[in-house]
């Protein structure tokens, strides 16, 4: 061993005996103050590494670490003194605490400015004095400017704390004007005499009525005394005042004989039938609601139901306008016709009258109509219909009809525009007599329309033949104006084909905006949606019943949240004022002579942030609502987007946004201005099938159908369905659907109930249902849907593949008209066709040139498959000839569909 390394241990060695004087020892409890070292008792530590990680060996005993060995040891304002970071004055600490014997100490909640150093502000929700703000963020220094913003307003140099409601500000402080003051009272002693207290921890000084019973109390509130568990601190609780009644947006969130109006949950009463109810009111769910006439059945002769009530017909002198419809028409000789005529009056009520001048012009004997309207087709030609009240001197209004020879023989089509119903000339249309099932036309024969939208084909005497029509007129954009529209093998003589406007790059649509100032419900959210009627049901689905998807910015806040494009929400947050959230309505629809409807109301809050997405179409059922009836839109080419419309970051201007994108022309769609204001007042309990498999969701209308105006939804709801069945259908509860009652011209359709089943993620299946009756039923159970169809398409050889299991459970449920739906990069065509239960395949007519290429040969065409079941005693055939009921007459006659797009 080194001499250095001996000398080591030697001094380790002796570094560890005990002093001499020290007492003997054995273990450490025979050392007090200290620890048995070698037999004797020496000290608790000899150096750092023998106390704790946080201590120190300080004259043989652990101590705590020192805070500091000197002062830039410590926080800017301290000074290390004796090992301790100690403050100098109040400034080195927290808002909240001051400096006392060198430390930080909370300091006492101040309630106002005299608890606060000179200059100083409380900020009393904290008790924390602080220094003036000049802007909200100064309120809460350290947090992101955005919340801070959110949090509090700044005013007059006091950081007040924001609020919606009495729990976002803690016990001892109550929400008055959108911010946080401290509360009035802990029982009824600390108020004035004729006032209670409503609470302990933030109570609010209230006044009170007594009273024995509720015919003695204001709207929304009932005669009652506090339950025990409710009663108000230090008042009597069996002195019955008057309280309101509970708040509510749905029937549903009431008891089972109560019913929400004003948003509360007015007392009601049980029944089974309306002989129950008091007058005036209805039995709907079992539960006494406000009743009214629900269609003009419910009325006495000479009448009308109009904006929920029987009215007699207006005095002539009264009556300042009027309104036709519809407005064009295509007739056969020997067709009839019902033509409606709706009165106004100076003060804007409407009335459908039953009985009216109409005078036949131009063409003299080729129709006649009697006074209630009804057309009858006696001899070719065109004439126009005038139609006035007898004895008015009010402008009359005028409808143009085109009236055919019948057809003696051969075959007849009749091509006009879906939108405006005239006829269209100069369209091609290929005809092929007696089609092959499989392959092309062996002899097609090609006639362009004449003026009257004709073409004859005098040689065709097949049993069957098919048709397919091809515009070629262009739009602006150089894309095609029309679909182009096929029937396949159909025994119908005398065809009629309406041509819809290509939706490929271009839509129909509207802007609107909504005033919130007349609805009836209160809160700080502001909500109103608007849609349009619609001429064929079977294209509406999730994704476009609302508008297209906009990204809106959060009140205060930079990310944006995807909103319908028919939504505009403000929100009113306390002091900050009216925040506009999305201001316009921009929606889609289709073409034609439309009812737009808004609906719009308010909330609180707190209670939009739980509702789910499909929750907001129940929560209309709570808005009040309005209609413009005889609204026309236009249809027209996408163009680009100049401002970022839609906040997706996209738009023309490079400049300023990320990419380009074009959208809906919605500057040059026809703009509204809606005040919804009559409270929706109809009930009407909807018993729900199952929905089909791979469906979840069922949107329910309550709806007037119009010959020109297609469907008009007055009431909407939605139900999401239960667990799949072993089938895999899903049960859905009953809905209580509110609705509104027509008015100002919408009145003229005939009242039903519309059911959707589709897919909250996805709207490429749907199945829905229409029911219709004289009067809109109390209560409606719904048929079975129909299944969704299964197909393929083959562009190469034009053929539709349907699945034969399929086709045949969707004719054994009725379905007895199919439409499939070809969409390429330019245009559509679309193919009509009677469904067979054999399933077989179907291949697409061959097509004119028309205006730009057929989809249906082209690679990557996108399918849709639709399956039709129609009223009974209208086929498929019947729907496709122009006599009697046709195309133009779809939504009227339309029972069930479905459809899907096969990927």
């Known amino acids: 061993?080194?001499?250095?390394?001996?000398?080591?241990?030697?001094?380790?060695?002796?570094?560890?005996?005990?002093?001499?004087s020290t007492t003997p020892c054995d273990t450490d409890t025979d050392c007090p103050e200290g620890r048995c070292r070698l037999g004797g008792c020496g000290p608790i530590c000899l150096d750092d590494t023998e106390c704790g990680s946080r201590q120190v060996c300080a004259g043989g005993a652990c101590a705590p670490r020192p805070e500091c060995t000197q002062a830039t040891d410590c926080a800017e304002g301290f000074a290390c003194t004796e090992g301790r970071c100690q403050c100098g004055s109040d400034a080195a600490c927290a808002a909240n605490q001051s400096c006392r014997e060198g430390r930080c100490v909370t300091a006492a909640a101040c309630t106002s400015?005299?608890?606060c150093p000179a200059g100083q502000r409380c900020e009393v929700v904290q008790g924390v004095c602080q220094a003036p703000c000049a802007q909200a963020t100064d309120c809460?220094?350290?947090?992101?400017?955005?919340?801070a913003s959110l949090l509090y307003v700044c005013r007059g140099g006091d950081c007040l704390r924001q609020c919606l409601n009495d729990q976002l500000c803690g016990a001892g402080f109550v929400c008055e004007a959108g911010t946080c003051v401290r509360a009035g009272?802990?029982?009824q002693a600390d108020c004035p005499s004729g006032q209670y207290c409503t609470s302990a921890t933030a109570g609010r000084c209230l006044e009170y009525q007594t009273c024995d019973s509720t015919a003695e109390c204001g709207p929304n509130t009932e005669c009652r005394a506090f339950t025990p568990a409710a009663c108000p601190p230090g008042f009597d609780c069996e002195t019955k005042i008057c309280q309101e009644l509970p708040r509510c947006l749905l029937d549903t969130e009431c008891s089972a004989t109560a019913y929400c109006r004003d948003s509360h949950c007015q007392p009601g009463a049980a029944c089974t039938d309306s002989s129950a109810c008091a007058s005036g009111f209805t039995c709907v769910a079992s539960r006494c609601v406000p009743g009214g006439c629900r269609g003009h059945a419910d009325c006495a002769p000479g009448e009308a139901c109009t904006d929920g009530a029987c009215r007699p017909a207006p005095t002539v002198g009264n009556i300042v306008s009027i309104a036709l419809s519809p407005r064009v028409l295509t007739l056969v000789v020997g067709d009839t016709a019902q033509l409606s005529l709706v009165a106004f009056t100076l003060d804007g009520a409407s009335f459908p009258l039953s009985e009216a001048s109409f005078s036949p012009l131009d063409a003299s004997g080729a129709v006649t109509v009697s006074s209630s309207g009804l057309v009858t087709a006696v001899s070719s030609g065109t004439v126009r219909v005038q139609a006035r009240p007898v004895g008015s001197v009010v402008t009359p209004q005028e409808a143009s009809l085109t009236v055919l020879p019948a057809l003696e023989s051969g075959r007849r089509i009749i091509v006009v525009d879906a939108a405006s119903r005239r006829s269209l000339a100069g369209v091609e249309v290929l005809g092929c007599d007696a089609p092959s099932a499989s392959g092309p036309c062996p002899a097609p024969v090609t006639?362009?329309?004449?003026?009257?939208?004709?073409?004859?084909?005098?040689?065709?005497?097949?049993?069957?033949?098919?048709?397919?029509?091809?515009?070629?007129?262009?739009?602006?954009d150089g894309r095609p104006r029309y679909d182009r529209v096929s029937v396949v093998s159909t025994p119908a003589r005398d065809v009629l084909l309406p041509l819809g406007e290509n939706p490929v790059h271009g839509a129909a649509g509207f802007n609107a905006g909504i005033s919130f100032n007349e609805v009836h419900s209160s809160g700080e959210l502001s909500l109103g949606v608007s849609v349009l009627s619609a001429g064929d049901p079977t294209a509406v689905d999730l994704s476009n019943l609302f508008g297209e998807t906009f990204l809106v910015p959060l009140p205060g806040l930079t990310q944006r949240v995807p909103a319908p494009g028919g939504l505009v929400a403000y929100a009113s947050l306390g002091l900050a004022g009216n925040t506009e959230i999305k201001t316009r309505s921009y929606g889609l629809g289709q073409a034609g002579r439309r009812t737009a409807v808004a609906f719009a109301g308010k909330l609180p809050l707190a209670r939009a942030t739980s509702l789910r997405p499909t929750d907001l179409l129940a929560y209309t059922g709570a808005m009040d609502y309005s209609l413009q009836a005889f609204t026309s839109i236009t249809h027209l080419p996408y163009v680009p987007d100049e401002t970022d419309l839609d906040g997706d970051g996209l738009c023309s201007d490079t400049t300023r946004c990320v990419g380009s994108e074009d959208l809906p022309d919605y500057g040059r769609f026809t703009g509204l201005t809606h005040r919804p204001r009559r409270e929706q007042l109809r009930r009407t309990e909807v018993v729900i099938p199952n929905l089909p498999s791979g469906l979840d969701t069922a949107v329910v209308a309550a709806v007037e159908l119009s010959p020109e105006a297609g469907l008009m939804p007055l009431g909407l709801a939605s139900q999401t369905a239960g667990a799949a069945q072993p089938d895999g259908t899903r049960p859905v509860p009953p809905v209580l659907l509110r609705s509104g009652a027509p008015y100002g011209g919408a009145e003229v359709g005939t009242p039903g109930v519309w059911v959707l089943a589709t897919s909250a993620a996805s709207g490429a299946s749907v199945s829905g249902s229409i029911v219709r009756a004289p009067s809109l039923p109390t209560r409606v159970s719904v048929p079975a849907f129909l299944p969704v169809p299964t197909a393929a398409y083959t562009p190469a050889s034009r053929t539709l593949t349907p699945s034969p299991a399929s086709w045949s459970t969707l004719a054994g449920a009725g379905a007895g008209l199919a439409r499939v739906t070809l969409t390429g990069a330019q245009g559509r065509h679309v193919v009509f066709f009677a469904l067979e239960a054999s399933g077989g395949a179907v291949r697409v007519p061959d097509s004119p040139a028309g205006a730009g290429a057929d989809p249906a040969g082209q690679p990557g065409v996108s399918l849709e498959v639709a399956a039709l079941r129609l009223s009974s005693g209208i086929s498929a055939e019947g729907l496709l000839d122009a006599p009697g009921v046709n195309l133009l007459q779809f939504p009227g006659v339309l029972d069930a569909y479905s459809r899907s797009r096969p990927q």
């Open 140 to 147: 809460a220094p350290g947090v992101d400017p955005r919340v």
């Open 447 to 476: 006639v362009t329309t004449d003026m009257f939208g004709v073409a004859l084909f005098p040689s065709f005497t097949g049993t069957t033949a098919s048709f397919s029509a091809a515009s070629g007129e262009f739009r602006a």
């Open 185 to 187: 009272c802990t029982t």
């Open 1 to 20: 061993m080194s001499r250095a390394l001996v000398s080591v241990v030697l001094l380790a060695v002796l570094s560890a005996c005990p002093p001499t």
């Open 113 to 115: 400015a005299a608890d």
